[in-house]
Every structure is written in C-alpha cells, then in structure tokens.
C-alpha cells in the first residue's frame, strides 16, 4: 500500500507527509498529537492465508504482537526517548508508530558536515541518558544510528527507532531462523552496511559499541568502519579494521573504549553519561563574536610599534611615530621665553652703568 498525504491508516493516522517510500508523518487522530510512521515490507507468505482480507494473517499478527509488546515494556517516562505508540499491519506493509515532536533527524544535521566536538558530545549524552534507561528496563536497543535520532528545536537529542528495530530483528528471525546463514542474509537485506547495526554482540554492550560508532561519524562525517557492503562491513569488524580514534580530537579516548572487541572493557551507558557531563563541564565558552567586536572598537589604541621592513619596496612602510607631528628646524620654538625679556634688558642696562661708573672711579685715581 502506498499511502499519500490525506489518507488514514489504521483509521486514525492522517498522513500529512510522505518524506520516503517507507516512512510518513501523521496526525494521531484520536490524540491529535504528530507521528511518525515507518514500513516495513513483509514478504508473501507473512500477508496472505485463508483469512479474509480485512483481517491480519495469524504470522504478520504474532509480528505486530511482538513489537508492541516491546514498545509497553520501554520506559515512557524518559525525556530523550520518543514513546513508541504501537504497530500494525495494512496490506504487505507493516508499519511502527512513534510519537514525532518538532525537529529535524540527526542524518539531517551530520549531513551539513562534521559536528564540532562539544556538540557532539551533548548529543551523544543525552543518547547516553535514554540507552541507560532502556537497559535498566533489560531492554536493548539494537538501532542506534543518525536515522533513528531526533534532534528537537532546543537542541536535545532524542532515541527513537525502536520498534522498527525490533521489528526488523523479528521478521529475520521468522524468515532466516535464531541464527545461520539464512538469517545473515535476510537481515543483512533488510538493514544494509550500516555500521552501528552490526555489533560483534547484541545486548547494552553492543548498544554501547553502536554509539561510538555514530560519535566518530559524526565527528568525522565518516563511519569507522568501511561500508561499501555488508560483507565487507562484517568483516572488517570481526577484525578491528577501522580508522583510528585518535581522529575524534578530545572525544578519541571515549570512543577507543566504547569500540573495543571485548565487551566487559566497554564503558556501560551511565559511565558514558557521566564522563561527557564532566568533559562538557570543562568545555569553553563559545565566543561572542558581535561582544568581541565591540570590545575591539571601545578598546584604547595602544603605541604602534616600528619595524624597518627587510628590503626596500616588498616590505611594509616604516610606521611614523604617534606622539605627534614631525617638528622641522624652522618651526622650533626660542631659547628665551618672551616674558622674561624685559627683565632681563633692564638688568643689563644697569649692569653697564655700574661698570661704566667703576671705570672712572679707577682711570681718575
């Protein structure tokens, strides 16, 4: 079924836009509260059977039971996780509902670039706030990446996606069996060369892992793993080959630890939590521009300083000095102030006629 914008599924979610083939944002009609929708699509023998066609197949129902019955056991209380409202099935679809406040996905955002470090770090705090959450709940999540993340206007990050996890994990195991070939090839078809999806171990260690995964793309614009395909992908984990951590800048030791083989040595979700409140706690203040600006148009001038540039015409010209205008010969003033000019002419008057007396004096002796 490909639904538009305008029509009800389930009859109550008015679809108000179609963003991909398998995803729609709806209008919970019962609510009246934004959702979102996201498909999956189930293969024949999951859709068809003797039931009527209004009714869902008992194998899409046990489906559907399956992941709504993860979605009552989530903790609904907690801010950085989106509420998973439920599932159900219409036509070879089975679609997941989760609630969808205003904001944009964090594939949307890292697709602008590289995230500066200490906004990377705020993200990945609050994924870190919502996985421990889940994991003291004995749920996992197992669908960490930039997709199932929504970055709302007050710049919070919240965990959505997981029942569409679950009931990607679910239908592999339907289709391929617990485990084998049959079920690799099944899930790799329905989840793709996406890093953070294929951890060495499930559980809350391979949460974790998944998170460092997703910290160095979004530090780096670029997973650490190559993901050209699954198997390669696959591979290149079993080994530990990926791009070195040192790349992350002051989240690399973080990260190091969260992608390690072993995971007893991984950093568990409220460790993780609490070391990047202490670094964000340590992290400078971002510089005012339009402040720094004012303070270099206010601030005194200071003395400029001479320099004799290295050859004449390349270098700049000597700066003159400021204390005031270039004084000339011409333009110096007299060695005698002007006031004290009669005094002194009047003094040496005086002085000649005393002279002039004691000449006489002596020549007429």
Do not use: K
Request: glycine share 12%; with cysteine.
């Amino acid at each position: 079924m490909r639904a538009g914008p305008g029509q009800v599924l389930a009859g109550r979610y008015r679809l108000t836009d179609r963003p991909g083939p398998l995803r729609a944002v709806a209008v919970d009609e019962v609510t009246g509260e934004p959702v979102l929708l996201r498909a999956l699509e189930l293969p024949p023998l999951l859709t068809s059977g003797h039931e009527p066609e209004d009714e869902v197949p008992a194998q899409a129902d046990r489906l559907v039971r399956r992941v709504a019955a993860v979605g009552s056991a989530a903790p609904a209380w907690h801010p950085r996780l989106l509420r998973g409202v439920g599932a159900f099935v219409e036509g070879e679809l089975l679609w997941t509902v989760e609630e969808r406040p205003a904001g944009v996905s964090l594939a949307e955002l890292a697709a602008a670039g590289p995230v500066p470090p200490y906004r990377a770090a705020e993200l990945a705090a609050d994924l870190a706030g919502a996985l421990r959450a889940l994991h003291e709940a004995g749920l996992s999540h197992g669908n960490l990446t930039a997709a199932s993340v929504l970055v709302c206007e007050d710049g919070a990050a919240m965990l959505g996606g997981l029942l569409s996890g679950v009931a990607e994990e679910a239908l592999a195991e339907d289709l391929g069996g617990p485990g084998g070939r049959r079920r690799y090839d099944v899930r790799a078809t329905l989840v793709g060369p996406v890093a953070e999806r294929w951890p060495l171990d499930g559980g809350p260690a391979g949460d974790c892992w998944a998170l460092g995964v997703l910290l160095q793309r979004l530090l780096t614009g670029r997973s650490p793993f190559p993901d050209g395909s699954v198997p390669e992908l696959v591979t290149a984990v079993r080994d530990g080959q990926r791009e070195p951590s040192a790349v992350c800048g002051p989240l690399a030791p973080l990260v190091e630890r969260l992608l390690r083989p072993d995971p007893v040595q991984r950093p568990t979700a409220e460790t993780i939590r609490r070391e990047l409140a202490e670094l964000l706690a340590g992290a400078p203040e971002p510089a005012d521009e339009e402040r720094a600006a004012r303070e270099l148009v206010v601030r005194p001038e200071g003395p400029l300083v001479r320099f004799r540039p290295r050859r004449r015409g390349r270098g700049a010209a000597a700066v003159p000095p400021t204390d005031g205008p270039a004084r000339t010969g011409g333009d110096r003033p007299p060695l005698i102030p002007p006031a004290l000019l009669g005094p002194l002419l009047v003094g040496g008057i005086f002085l000649l006629l005393v002279l002039g007396v004691a000449a006489v004096v002596l020549f007429a002796g």
